[in-house]
């Protein structure tokens, strides 16, 4: 059942069990009004590539090219800008809409809960990146009811772990403890070459995302930013990047 990784993957570790340092509130990303993420606090910043495996579907992240971090950057969040993925005014040309309409319910209230035997599954199926980790080993909507057995377990919350958007968070229900990747604060831009789009801003380790208008967005260890400017849920992404509907169920 479970789809071997390669060497030197693990289950990872509850960020407190990885021991991560607090979020450092100097480092921010503030959603501009119609225009692109300004980002202060010197947060590095690199491509992150979706590969997949022999039978095409997402297994590994792949990390490629590293952009230079200053302490600000603003990166394109029209989706129009020849500079990808920073900002060049693009977005003043084309008269970007970047309304934001994304709900201030924090993520518990959001998802719809799985139970398992051994697992605990919390689905936001609204916060879907479509990077489709989630399908390997029969998918972790099948995984999750099995999760008595050791290799649907550890696949599952592999597949939980690997889910850029956090749309999807598994609790080991034997040690009551939520399982997260261990990130720093840093930024991904996602690259799908598989579909051949450009995906998300994938923003990682507690950054707090603060809106135009002051707010600051619930801080999570992982979210997705739109960055093609044609999400209904922005600032987050919500799949419209692929020039197909966006298929939620199965997708993350």
Not at 214 to 236: A, D
Request: aromatic share 4%.
């Amino acid at each position: 059942m479970h789809v071997p990784r390669k060497k030197g993957d693990r289950i990872l570790k509850t960020q407190k069990e990885a021991g991560i340092k607090p979020p450092d509130i100097a480092c921010k990303i503030k959603v501009s009004k119609n225009g692109p993420y300004l980002v202060s606090g010197k947060i590095p910043l690199t491509q992150q590539i979706i590969s997949v495996d022999a039978e095409g579907t997402p297994n590994l992240w792949r990390a490629e090219r590293t952009y230079p971090s200053g302490e600000k950057c603003a990166l394109c969040r029209c989706g129009q800008s020849k500079n990808k993925p920073l900002c060049d005014g693009t977005h003043v040309k084309v008269n970007f809409d970047g309304t934001e309409t994304a709900s201030n319910k924090p993520y518990a209230e959001q998802a719809k809960v799985i139970e398992g035997p051994s697992l605990r599954l919390r689905d936001a199926e609204e916060l879907c990146a479509s990077a489709r980790f989630c399908h390997r080993a029969g998918g972790i909507w099948n995984l999750v009811p099995n999760s008595n057995d050791k290799e649907a377990k550890k696949a599952a919350i592999e597949e939980a772990c690997d889910c850029p958007s956090g749309r999807l968070v598994i609790q080991d229900k034997d040690t009551k403890k939520v399982c997260e990747p261990p990130f720093e604060q840093s930024i991904g831009v996602i690259e799908d070459p598989q579909k051949g789009v450009s995906g998300p801003v994938w923003v990682r380790g507690g950054i707090p995302v603060e809106a135009a208008n002051g707010k600051t967005y619930e801080i999570r260890n992982r979210v997705t930013l739109c960055r093609c400017g044609k999400s209904s849920n922005k600032p987050f992404c919500d799949s419209s990047h692929y020039p197909e509907e966006h298929e939620h169920e199965g997708d993350v």
